[in-house]
């Protein structure tokens, strides 16, 4: 007994050292996660990603050196500057481990190409790029965000960590026309009507917003390379290069020289180069769809390429992954977007999920009305594709739980709904949506609170919960892949079950519980002398006349198969 107990007492300091110095020490009461490695033989499906979704420039300054470019330097409306966030501060965070520690298996994070250099005014103070949603240039990286030796090392340490990486990307539009940003030829954009949303052709064939130029995606009629553009390679001293590859890839597809062509061979030069894994595609609904195909088809070719120059980089036979922001899109519709005189099915245009607008309300109904709902949709109407469920977003004015008053229900909705996850941001820290002074969107889209995980116990308490059941959610694809069904309705037990060829996983979940001791019902899922851990407690039970006993004061278990 005496050397067990020395072994126990070294297997936990060697633990402890493992922590992210990030992390706040562990208080007696045991509320922080334990770190769990994931596990090898669970594959990762898309269908049940666990996604973090960061503001490149509102996440981590990892380099203050690039915070101004380009003359950034007029003052702007509240939150609408940029604020020294950067690829350097992610990769910070994916080395220390915090993303591996709230269970994160995929990372997406706003556009880092070069934005415009000037400030617009539309209404809500003068506005900088720092979203990065206003394409100056797509064949390079805006230096506020940092460089391609910068996002390549990121994606190799994502990598390297089990974690796949999203870019975002922008096919829609450009940036707003400023006095340092003039606007592209009319051969390449309209800027005028503006969308009225009421039918396809007043969404697809209109700006956006004003002054927001519209790429002319559905015309086949070949254009030039704008003069501005061309000047500015030149004078970059990569005006041949890029003139060469254009030639090689119109060459290659046979595609006319029309705008989306353009953009699309431009976008997939970053699968080509880093072997990003996925896009996460913004506007989509904005575009005629049979663009959309066309960006898969050419994602697929350079996901394919890449994978083949480097065989001993691949992370699995997962295809390139797109998910698509079809905006107000709710999984309720099954396949289809309904403009009101056409529907239009993305998933049959290279989508595999879209982002589910509809989950925000879901959220305020029972637990059980909620995962049934969702089991049965993807099981049924969505089967082979899925949907990106998220609670709180950047540009979402009507989140659930504005006021951060309930974050354990955010928590336990959000990552146990059948379906991949969005994390955004600060939800797992309860950074606050509600900023004094903003206007619109900016008040969703403060810099990270990092001084709250390290000081405030309340934070660090939620901040340990979405971890643990983070972790338990990466470590088992049955969670938001598998099909769900309730098991006893009190206290409330259900049971995931995924099967994928010969690898098959299942869990048993429990919520509401009363504190102390409990009795969970598992018969007929896990049969009895079966040995079970509770992920969420850290402790080993035996099933006994199709129940297991836990006595603790968590009303949540978590509970998988002790192999």
Known sequence: MKKLLIAMSILSFLFGCKKNPRQPKKPTNDTTATVIEPKKKAPFVWEGANIYFLLTDRFNNGNPENDVSFERTDSTAVLRGFMGGDIVGITQKIKEGYFTDLGINAIWFTPVVEQIHGATDEGTGNTYGYHGYWTKDWTTLDPNFGDKKELGELVKMAHSKGIRILLDVVLNHTGPVTVKDPVWPSEWVRTEPACTFDTYENTTACTLVKNLPDVLTESDEPVELPDALLAKWKEEGRLSQELDELQLFFERTGYPRA??????????????????????V???KHVNENAWAE???????????????HPN????NNEFYMVG????????????FNFGDKKVDYFDHGFKSLINF???YDAKNSYE????????LLHTKLKGKSVLNYLTSHDDGSPFDQERTQPYKSANVLLLTPGASQVYYGDETSRPLIIEGTQGDATLRSFMNWEDLDSIPKIQKIHAHWQKLGQFRRDHPAVGAGKHKRLASKPYVFSRTYVEGEYKDK????????????????????GNGTKLRDTYSNTEVVVKNGRVTLENDFDMALLELVE
């Open 259 to 280: 705008p989306r062509f353009y953009i699309i061979k431009w976008l997939t030069d970053y699968i080509h180069e880093f072997g990003v894994d996925g896009f996460r």
């Open 313 to 316: 980089q691949v992370l699995d």
């Open 369 to 376: 009305k909620i995962f049934r709902k969702y089991s049965s």
């Open 507 to 526: 869990v048993v979940i429990g919520l509401n519980l009363p504190e102390g001791k409990k009795s969970l019902r598992v018969k007929g899922f896990f």
């Open 282 to 284: 913004d506007t989509v």
């Open 295 to 309: 960006l898969k088809k050419e994602a697929d070719y350079a996901f394919g390429t890449w994978k083949k120059k």
């Open 325 to 336: 922001e079809v905006y107000n899109y709710g999984i309720s519709g099954g396949r289809f």
């Open 358 to 360: 509809e989950l925000k």
